[in-house]
């Protein structure tokens, strides 16, 4: 359920015009920009990137980015970024930038379908010539980069079947990689979280909590810790309730002094047109306050307007 849906009928030529003016001369619309973006979808805005360059001979993006400034620039080349090349940008700022964003490449691992990977490894590859796999492995480490490097091929089954037989033997396996022992069997838990089908994790879910007579989030927390800890629990809350998840991450990217930007830019640029209405929801019965006050409370300026359009309503 997205909140940015796009407009049913729309002229790349007005909406490239529209941007121009909107830049050209003294000082810049920042309004006129925002209105024009957040109305429409992905695929339009990548039809107006054409025809502006086409109709007027300069580059939108080019254009953008002299204009605009920090989080609110962030914001809208964001938005002018395909879908596929968001997240391989993300990935590589991640592991290439100053130190490496952890969190960032666990949420978008953890998250992004089968398919969705498989398009981020080709994409990732043409443009920067190295593998995403290669990146990962020369910048993580241990188990952390294991379950990183399982993520990345994009190779879980995606099927329905839930076989009792061996969800029973899962459960158990992971109650006796862990909770059972002194030490803790990682390769236990990522093999079993990192290639089974989601409808089969949830039924293992189920059975472990009656063996281990706790949750498997409550295991990971106290048999595992620092990345890989984040990993897997990531993994686990993205098998169970991916709308709450994303919630989560934003609440943390806004709560308490200071703001993770990055974080809170790429939920919510890379989620307005997949479930940021269930991410609202999920938001406001998990911490009382909606997504569209925990903004306003928190960003300011273009940056707080730009991102309160992404979020759609007040709840």
């Keep these: 359920m997205a909140t940015v849906k796009g407009v049913s009928t729309f002229s790349a030529e007005q909406e490239a015009q529209a941007l121009r003016k909107a830049m050209k ?49 962030r914001v809208i080349i964001g938005l002018m970024t395909p879908t596929t090349m968001y997240d391989v940008h993300e990935l590589r700022r991640a592991l290439k930038g100053a130190g490496t964003d952890e969190g960032c490449l666990i949420e978008i691992l953890a998250s992004r379908t089968n398919a969705e990977i498989r398009l981020i490894n080709e994409n990732y590859k043409l443009q920067y010539g190295s593998t995403l796999e290669d990146d990962i492995v020369s910048d993580t480490s241990s188990m952390f980069r294991r379950v990183l490097v399982s993520l990345a091929t994009g190779n879980r089954d995606e099927g329905t079947f839930v076989d009792e037989a061996l969800a029973q033997q899962d459960a158990q396996c992971l109650y006796e990689a862990g909770e059972k022992k002194w ?37 990971i927390k106290s048999e595992m810790s620092g990345d890989l800890e984040d990993a897997l629990l990531a993994v686990v809350k993205c098998l169970r309730n991916k709308p709450a998840y994303f919630a ?14 990055s974080t809170l830019i790429r939920v919510m640029v890379s989620r307005s047109e997949i479930d940021m209405l269930y991410i609202r929801r999920e938001f406001l019965a998990m911490y009382g306050k909606s997504l569209h006050s925990f903004i306003k409370g928190d960003c300011s300026g273009d940056y707080r307007k730009v991102l309160l359009r992404l979020c759609g309503g007040e709840d």
């Design 183 to 219: 030490g803790t069997d990682e390769v236990q838990f990522m093999s079993i979280l990192c290639t089974r089908n989601r409808c089969h994790l949830l039924r293992v879910f189920d059975v472990y909590r009656v063996i281990a007579n706790k949750d498997i989030t409550d295991s």
């Design 248 to 261: 989560e991450r934003l609440y943390r990217s806004m709560k308490g002094l200071g703001t993770d930007d």
């Design 25 to 73: 001369g003294l000082g810049t619309d920042e309004d006129a920009i925002i209105e024009t973006l957040t109305k429409l979808n992905i695929s339009q805005r990548q039809q107006v990137l054409i025809t502006y360059k086409s109709t007027i001979g300069r580059d939108l993006i080019d254009d953008l980015k002299s204009e605009l400034s920090g989080n609110f620039e």
